[in-house]
């Protein structure tokens, strides 16, 4: 069924439209997410539930339903304050449907929860935040890394406490923002913040355990530079073993307001530790490159050889040792 029909079928339905939501795949289709579904399903109160005279049966929800037709009431869904209102009734909206699929932990779905994950996210960058606050929880720290990628300088990692109403409008991923924007950001994170710790592996540490193992290390310091210890951390993908208990979100620099202002935290930090290295070595543009395997970088190597902050287990730099030998 497409919107139109599912409206004409809800038409057809001789309820009260107030009493009711309408969850899962038709209420993503109304809302233009997918295009079909297969079924309607609803949601009502407990109240209006124990007042209808249809048959029973035992649902996929797990939970004791009445149905009519390809229509099911399930009580554990309705929550009228995450609803949104299209011709007159009421969907779940996305971050209601969202929890739904998540619980609901089908196969087929699994596509479908991302998608809506970043849709609730992208709509809330508090999302997180929130549900850990909810549970009482209010030193909330967001950990990511950045200098994964280069071939020359430290990894380094940020670890960010904000306060519960911290306002930053345009707050992203630190990659999708100016070098301008970025600094300013720095600037009213650090003032704003409750703590911020950073986390600096050298090179020579990245050459000896390897660039992952080296990240978790520098995230680890991070959290523990931090004047005040979390109570939870939301780490952007990598997974780490901590007493703290932890959250790993992949794409979190995109998701997380916390992980995003800890991105933009540890990029400003490796790229002005790179700009001073480009006063002592220009040739290499490491102003621009920040590190990074770019044409005029490669060339530089070539032409002037490698120097010691170069990362000598990586490709490029490994090639040109070789040569030499």
Known sequence: MRKQEILEKLNSL???????????????????????TGDIDLSCSQEFYN????????????????????????????????TICIDGYYFADIEATYELKKLESKAKDRKLVKQLEMLVCTQNSYYFESKLRKQGISLIAGVDEVGRGPLVGPVVAACVILPEHFSLEGLTDSKKLSEKKREFY??????????????IVS?????????????????????????????????????????????????????????????????????????????????????????????????????????????????PVKEYLEKQT
């Not at 309408?22 to 997410?33: D, E, H, R, T």
């Not at 009519?68 to 399930?74: H, M, P």
């Not at 720095?186 to 986390?199: H, K, L, T």
Request: hydrophobic share 40%; proline share 3%; glycine share 6%.
């Open 186 to 199: 720095y600037d009213e994170i650090m003032r704003q913040a409750i703590s911020v710790g950073i986390g």
């Open 14 to 36: 001789e309820l009260d439209r107030e009493e009711y939501i309408i969850i899962s795949g038709a209420s993503l289709v109304c809302q233009g997410i997918m295009e079909e």
């Open 51 to 82: 007042r209808l005279s249809w048959d029973v049966k035992l649902g996929y929800f797990g939970t004791e339903i009445k149905f009519w037709d390809s229509f099911e009431i399930a009580t554990s869904f309705y929550d009228k304050s995450h």
């Open 203 to 315: 090179e020579k540490i990245i050459d000896d355990v390897n660039i992952y193992e080296a990240t978790k290390i520098a995230m680890k310091e991070a959290i523990f530079n931090c004047s005040i210890l979390p109570q939870h951390i939301l780490i952007d993908a990598m997974p780490l073993s901590l007493d703290i208990p932890t959250t790993s979100i992949i794409k979190g620099d995109l998701k997380s307001i916390t992980i995003s202002a800890a991105s933009v935290i540890a990029k400003v930090t490796r790229d002005r530790m790179l700009d001073e290295l480009d006063k002592k070595y220009p040739m290499y543009d490491f102003k621009d490159n920040k590190g990074y395997p770019t044409k005029k970088h490669l060339e530089a190597i070539d032409a002037y050889g490698i120097i010691p902050e170069h990362r000598r287990s990586y490709g």
